[in-house]
């Protein structure tokens, strides 16, 4: 919401918000094992060489992270990044390593008591790593301009599970434009709802300093991304949360929600949709870590030296960005061809298409056509239409367990 708009009490409302985020981060959570929810911890395995780079991290640090993803992009060696709520500094460790000593990181939280033990372990890391490339500054990643940060000096902005918590996002994703170079990127990782949350839940404080009831629902941040410059948000990765807390989940009725990892480009011209201009990349296999396949994103696995079709805004990802060097590229914005097929508006998470019963798929029976089936729909014949078209008619989204559509406007069968 435009800060012109925003009322005393809402303003009230928000600090209050922070000084229960800071008071569970503070003063109930001691370590990970404190948290009571699966939210901020990180089921996957995360790669090799971050696993290597934990082992270089003070134990202290690492026994009280909390997070719900790996929210480190590739290819950032020599880089400057900020990371977004940072808490004890384990992401800001493990990213010291990666950009080397050549690169910087900077690390914001508003939790002094979390940020006390980042700093405390500040010259061990300096010993270990062989050079000091951090620093810390105590402040609110809503308020990023009060810290002495200078406007578009860095390559990369990293979060992990952390701007869920704020109960200003807009001014976190507004404040992150604002500071990152032409070509940089948000890549972070955070926990969204496939609908908005109720206000009753997001007034319960232990939900919301669990990561959940502070959740976005994805398409109101996709909305927020766009207004705030990032005009074409990326789904890199997402599994979904089972929370794992009885209580809780009563709580939470049917409201799913989903760990998610987004990437996030300042690039001015992006288009509002995946234009098809005839354009392809070729990828050189030059990646670090990435000798064979480059994944962009959830969509965008190309492989090193096959032609590989892309729309106009993923090729300016890629020829716009520190990418560029990776990539040889075919073609130009001299002709449109219309629009990609399959850009869509339907929930972007995979781990969704499972359905709640986590079945792989799901099954549509259309009542009209299997009327002659026993116990289903009305029974009338009518013309057949493709699967993909009654989905779309019906505004089913593909995967989704659907017992019955009934084309006729009879109740469906239960």
């Known amino acids: 919401m435009p800060a012109e708009k925003r009322t005393l009490s809402m303003v009230q409302g928000e600090e209050g ?41 003070h134990k202290e640090v690492v026994s009280k992270y909390y997070g719900c993803g790996l929210c480190l992009p590739e290819d950032i060696g020599g880089l400057s990044v900020l990371d977004l709520g940072c808490g004890a500094g384990r992401d800001v460790y493990i990213a010291a390593q990666l950009v080397g000593g050549s690169g910087r990181v900077v690390g914001v939280d508003m939790t002094k008591e979390q940020l006390d ?20 500054k105590l ?43 032409p070509g940089g990127e948000l890549y972070f990782s955070d926990v969204y709802a496939d609908r908005r949350v109720p206000q009753h839940l997001r007034e319960d404080a232990v939900l919301w300093g669990e990561c959940i009831s502070g959740a976005l629902y994805w398409n109101d941040f996709h909305n927020l991304a766009k207004r705030c410059g990032f005009l074409d948000p990326r789904l ?106 399959g850009c869509g508006t339907l929930i972007p998470f995979e781990s969704a298409k499972a359905g709640r019963n986590g079945a792989g798929g799901g099954v549509l029976l259309i009542c009209c056509i299997l009327g002659n089936v026993e116990g289903l729909g009305c ?6 239409k493709p699967l993909t078209y009654l989905r779309a008619e019906a505004a089913v989204p593909t995967g989704f367990l659907v017992d019955c559509i009934p084309l006729c406007g009879a109740s469906a069968a239960a």
């Open 379 to 384: 029974g009338k014949d009518v013309a057949f």
């Open 17 to 57: 918000t922070k000084d229960a985020v800071k008071e569970y981060y503070s003063k109930h959570l001691k370590t990970s094992t404190d948290l009571q929810t699966n939210a901020c911890c990180t089921a996957a395995r995360p790669p090799d060489h971050i696993i290597n780079a934990i082992k270089s991290i």
């Open 117 to 136: 033990v980042a700093i405390a372990h500040k010259q061990w890391h300096a010993n270990k790593f062989g050079y000091d490339n951090v620093d810390f």
């Open 139 to 181: 402040g609110y990643i809503e308020r990023l301009g009060e810290l002495g940060l200078e406007p578009g000096s860095f390559d990369v902005i990293v979060s992990n599970c952390v701007i869920n918590l704020s109960p200003d996002k807009e001014s976190v994703l507004k404040e992150a434009y604002r500071l990152l170079k």
């Open 236 to 341: 890199v990765k997402d599994s979904e949360i089972t929370v794992n807390n009885k209580k809780l989940e009563e709580k939470l009725g049917c409201i799913r929600f989903y760990s998610a990892t987004y990437r996030l480009w300042k690039l001015e011209d992006l288009e509002s949709h995946c234009e098809d201009y005839g354009q392809a990349v070729i990828y050189k296999g030059t990646c670090p870590r990435c000798p064979d396949v480059f994944e962009l994103d959830g969509h965008h696995s190309i492989e090193k030296g096959k032609v590989f079709p892309v729309c106009g805004n993923t090729w300016k990802m890629l020829h716009d960005t520190r990418f560029k060097r990776h990539f040889d590229f075919i073609g130009n914005f001299d002709t449109h061809y219309g629009i990609y097929d």
